[in-house]
């Protein structure tokens, strides 16, 4: 199996690591040509929503890539990736990418004195999930058809929508390979 994990910006060494791990190829996507070959799934990894959004533009990798994921390619989005792949984000009117998850999110959601932290919660099907937050988004809204994984406060943290899993929290940079079994099982 081979998992493409976008490159251009943010934790995608981590991902990366995470999914060799577990016995899966991975590929680097950092330009239009990378997006050509076939892959079984994709990373979008956290970072900088509005910087990443910028790249896959000027790199002519949004359209392909949004095609294959509303074609139904597995997606695992993390903090920025779930900014990326949200329908609405409540903060920033104009500036939604992929639309394909039908969630709206609110960027930086958490403020600046708890802009990181780390927690335990509940992820549906898996258990207690260590996830660690980075100035994180978090879901205010779903529509019919996404499935909540996981609220931390009462805020929703984790989704899933058909092949698209959605994290507030940064999976890969927890000694946890839960969320990346969970989303290798989707592949
Ligand atoms: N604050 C970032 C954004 O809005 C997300 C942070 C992250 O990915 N850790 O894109």
């Avoid at 950092?30 to 050509?36: G, M, N, S």
């Avoid at 892959?39 to 896959?56: A, C, H, N, R």
């Avoid at 890539?65 to 597995?74: C, F, H, S, V, Y």
């Avoid at 984790?158 to 092949?163: M, T």
């Amino acid at each position: 199996m081979k998992i493409a994990v976008l490159a251009v910006q943010g934790a995608f060494a981590e991902h990366i690591a995470r999914i060799r791990a577990l016995g899966a190829d991975c590929v680097e996507l950092r330009q239009r040509a990378d997006v050509e070959q076939h892959f079984d799934g994709l990373i979008l990894p956290g970072g900088e929503s509005t910087v990443q959004g910028k790249m896959l533009r000027d790199l002519h990798m949004f359209g392909p890539l949004r095609d294959k994921i509303a074609q139904g390619l597995p997606v695992l989005g993390t903090c920025a990736g779930l900014i990326l792949l949200a329908e609405q984000i409540s903060n920033d009117e104009r500036r939604a990418y992929f639309r394909t998850l039908p969630v709206r999110v609110c960027r930086n959601a958490y403020g600046r004195q708890l802009g990181s932290f780390h927690t335990v919660e509940t992820v549906a099907g898996i258990g207690s999930v260590p996830m660690t937050f980075i100035r994180a988004p978090y879901i205010e809204s779903t529509r019919p058809g996404v499935e909540i994984l996981a609220s931390v406060d009462d805020k929703i943290v984790a989704v899933r929508y058909g092949n698209q899993i959605g994290t507030a929290f940064h999976p890969e940079l927890d000694a946890d390979d839960r969320m990346h079994g969970m989303f290798l099982d989707l592949c």
